[in-house]
Structures are given as C-alpha cells and as structure tokens.
C-alpha cells in the first residue's frame, strides 16, 4: 500500500522560509512524478511545483523564483524549499505522487502560515 506524508508546515513571517517534506512508502519512489499543490478555501488546488523521474522541474508563475522543488531517491523524499515567503503562500500543501493516470496518491496535507 503506497503512503505519502507530508511535513515542515508551521507558521512562518513574510519574508521566511520553511522547507517541506514529502516521503513515499511502498512504491519504487525513482518511477514516480512528484508535485507539490496547495489549497486555499474558495480556491482550486493549484500547482506549486513538479518534478520528474528525470529531474525536470516546473512551478506556478507565483513562486517562480521563490520555492525550489528537489528529490532524493535514496530517502524516497522530494522537498520544497520555501523562501521569501508571503501572506499570499498561506494554505494546506499537499504532496502528490504520479506514475500513470491510474497510479496516483496523494498525502494529507501540511498547512502553511504567513503571518507576521
């Protein structure tokens, strides 16, 4: 049974930085495209970063240059370092695994606050 788990959410100031977690059990983790959303109430799941098997990378046009996403096959994690932040970065994160249409899973989430 895949698992994935989220952590390092918290509350930071405008202008911090927080580095999320994001670890898969039960899968060949190297196969797998790794992605990090995020949710605010009213709004829909956005996009904040992407990473290939082959470690290509891809973000939302609003953290460009802020968060930089990475992946350490040996620890089966992918992080997402958050820099600068702003009150507009508050929401619940949430880390998501892709191989195939079917193949699919999601965590839990781990919310985020910027808040002086």
């Known amino acids: 049974q895949v698992q994935v788990v989220e952590s390092g959410g918290g509350l930071a100031q405008p202008g911090g930085s927080l580095r999320l977690s994001c670890t898969a059990f039960?899968?060949?983790?190297?196969?797998?495209?790794m992605g990090w959303y995020r949710e605010v109430p009213g709004k829909q799941r956005e996009l904040v970063a992407h990473?290939?098997?082959?470690?290509?990378?891809d973000y939302g046009d609003s953290v460009k240059g802020r968060f930089t996403i990475s992946r350490d096959n040996a620890k089966n994690t992918v992080y997402l370092q958050m820099n600068n932040l702003e009150p507009g970065d508050t929401a619940v994160y949430y880390c998501?695994?892709?191989?195939?249409?079917?193949?699919?899973?999601w965590g839990k989430g781990t919310l985020v606050t910027v808040s002086s």
């Open positions: 990473i290939t098997s082959n470690f290509e990378t």
């Open positions: 039960g899968s060949i983790f190297s196969l797998y495209s």
């Open positions: 998501r695994m892709r191989r195939s249409v079917r193949m699919v899973y």
